[in-house]
């Protein structure tokens, strides 16, 4: 047996957190991510494999995903990351104007709703983004 095979003989794989016996929020292979967390490159490693998810999911479940720009898409992987598939499903309208084409009213749709007053500025971003088709400047931002 392996050293890597005889810790995880000891210490299990789980993929939700949970509270080791010592009671410290633990994951995987008895990562204590209370004392250890975790490292940038694990951060980035975690965020590519959320982001590929995002846009695996967004292309099976939006049939018109793959006729939007590099941005706009761009915009959707954000707020699913955000909100999870099924939260960004729930813009139904926002989804009936993208697909139509009508980026302005989708925009609009972003901005109109619940998630918009809890993430401020990120909404602002990203509808202007969806609005625009391409990054918001500071400018664009401060003449909205």
């Given at each position: 047996?392996?050293?890597?095979?005889?810790?995880?003989?000891?210490?299990?794989?789980?993929?939700?957190?949970?509270?080791?016996?010592?009671?410290?929020?633990?994951?995987?292979?008895?990562?204590?991510?209370?004392?250890?967390?975790?490292?940038?490159?694990?951060?980035?490693?975690?965020?590519?494999?959320?982001?590929?998810?995002?846009?695996?999911?967004?292309?099976?479940?939006?049939?018109?995903?793959?006729?939007?720009?590099?941005?706009?898409?761009?915009?959707?992987?954000?707020?699913?990351?955000?909100?999870?598939?099924?939260?960004?499903?729930?813009?139904?309208?926002?989804?009936?104007?993208?697909?139509?084409?009508?980026?302005?009213?989708?925009?609009?749709?972003?901005?109109?709703?619940?998630?918009?007053?809890?993430?401020?500025t990120?909404?602002r971003?990203?509808?202007?983004?969806?609005?625009?088709?391409r990054?918001p400047?500071?400018?664009?931002?401060?003449?909205?």
């Amino acid at each position: 047996m392996t050293l890597e095979e005889q810790i995880i003989a000891h210490e299990g794989i789980r993929l939700k957190v949970y509270r080791c016996p010592a009671g410290k929020l633990t994951i995987g292979i008895g990562r204590n991510l209370e004392d250890t967390g975790i490292s940038q490159a694990e951060s980035r490693f975690l965020l590519n494999n959320d982001i590929l998810r995002c846009r695996t999911g967004l292309s099976k479940v939006l049939p018109y995903w793959h006729t939007l720009t590099n941005m706009r898409q761009r915009v959707l992987v954000d707020m699913c990351f955000n909100l999870g598939q099924d939260g960004l499903l729930e813009f139904k309208k926002m989804l009936t104007a993208l697909k139509k084409g009508d980026f302005d009213l989708a925009a609009d749709e972003m901005l109109t709703s619940t998630w918009a007053h809890q993430v401020k500025t990120r909404a602002r971003w990203l509808a202007l983004a969806m609005r625009l088709d391409r990054e918001p400047t500071a400018a664009d931002l401060k003449g909205e």
